[in-house]
């Protein structure tokens, strides 16, 4: 009897290209068929998993959700009994915390497919070489060549990296204030102050569309310095203007640290009549022949260092993996409670607001350290 699996993933060509173009091989040596179904990066980030659990057998998730959907009990451990020598061979090839990532609770939830982490874009043909220091992105900026997602949930992200890269990271845990008073003030106003040079359609832009945009033909921006890395648009062809990446600018003192984490997972519904062959597929896709290969061959970002460190995915994207692989190696993991979704939604909505108002950056530091308290279920 045939076996087709349902999956769901996100509409862009990095997260649903490389998912249909590895199906086909699987359906060649396996005879199981995949049916991808893909939804906008806004539900991607924020739709309630456990709904598409009972739909799907295959999800692609990101990180944060895990606490949640652990609690939900819509997703089926992954570190299973006979698989333990290819499970420590996706843990060896994880990029950062790319792995760790999905692990809650002393169970893996996903593996990752796609790595990812705020790193720095810009324009080769405008800028002869990417900015180093924050300083050097608010010189860029003064002369209108910058641009920053800042639409939910991004400005968080920002804020996130920021707080990491001056030194003093938020907290994932309740015991500690979530941000510190001093830095995230600083992080703020780095933030407002970058904004008040900036098209203020930013604050309704998330990655792809700043990206789009900087790519467009007659684009005029040359500069995007915390954004999500899409290696989609370091590919010749992808855009009238190819877009290369590199580590984050460092406004502090420790060098390209403290990204917050980003990237996708492949997960297995709990509910899945065909829950033997869904984890098969996890575990093929997550590996280091696929993600060197395949995967990033179709368009993919691979979440597995054979892909990052393979030479031709290097040629072909403007060296994307190997300049930006430093930020992530320095990445920070934020935080995966049971509440933070809903915190991360509240807490964007309030930094922006801070960050487009006039009202003094410590009293949105304080509704931010409240708020974070109160995700605690």
């Known amino acids: 009897m045939s076996i087709t699996l349902k999956g769901m993933t996100w509409s862009h060509p990095r997260g649903y290209d490389p998912m249909v173009a590895a199906s086909r091989d699987w359906l060649t040596e396996t ?14 980030e924020s739709f309630p998993v456990e709904e598409l659990a009972r739909s799907y057998d295959l999800i692609v998730i990101d990180h944060p ?48 497919i796609d790595a990812a982490t705020q790193v720095l874009a810009y324009r080769p043909d405008r800028l002869a070489a990417p900015p180093t220091r924050w300083e050097e992105v608010l010189d860029l900026a003064k002369a209108g060549e910058v641009l920053l997602p800042l639409r939910p949930p991004h400005s968080l992200m920002c804020l996130f990296s920021l707080c990491g890269n001056l030194g003093r990271p938020c907290s994932v845990e309740k015991d500690w204030p979530f941000i510190d008073a001093g830095i995230g003030v600083e992080a703020i106003e780095r933030i407002r102050e970058l904004a008040a040079l900036m098209d203020p359609a930013c604050i ?20 995007v310095p915390l954004v999500y890395g899409y290696v989609s648009y370091s590919l010749e062809g992808f855009r009238a203007n190819r877009i290369a990446f590199a580590d984050m600018p460092v406004a502090g ?6 990204s917050a984490l980003g990237g996708t997972g492949i997960a297995v519904s709990s509910f899945s009549t065909n829950r033997e062959a869904a984890i098969d597929f996890a575990y093929w896709i997550a590996g280091g022949i ?16 054979a892909g990052w460190e393979d030479a031709g995915a290097n040629a072909a994207t403007l060296d994307f993996y190997r300049n930006t692989r430093r930020t992530l190696e320095g990445g920070w993991l934020r935080p995966r409670h049971d509440g933070y979704m809903p915190f991360q ?10 960050v487009t108002g006039h009202e003094p950056a410590a009293q949105a530091i304080a509704d931010l350290n409240a708020l974070f308290l109160k995700s605690f279920r």
């Open 31 to 44: 005879g199981v068929s995949i049916a991808w179904d893909k939804r906008s990066l806004q539900d991607f």
């Open 65 to 112: 959700h895990v606490g949640q959907i652990t609690g939900e009990g819509c997703l089926a451990p992954l570190d299973v009994p006979g698989r333990e020598a290819a499970f420590a061979a996706l843990a060896d090839g994880s990029v950062g915390a790319s792995s760790p990532s999905y692990n809650w609770q002393g169970r893996q939830w996903a593996f990752p």
């Open 204 to 223: 309704e832009m998330d990655p792809i569309a700043v990206l789009d945009r900087m790519g467009a033909e007659g684009a005029r921006h040359s500069l």
């Open 253 to 258: 003192a420790d060098g390209p640290v403290g």
């Open 290 to 305: 696929v993600q060197a290969g395949r995967y990033w061959q179709s368009g993919g970002q691979p979440g597995h260092a």
């Open 345 to 354: 939604e509240a807490a964007s909505q309030r930094i922006n607001q801070a």
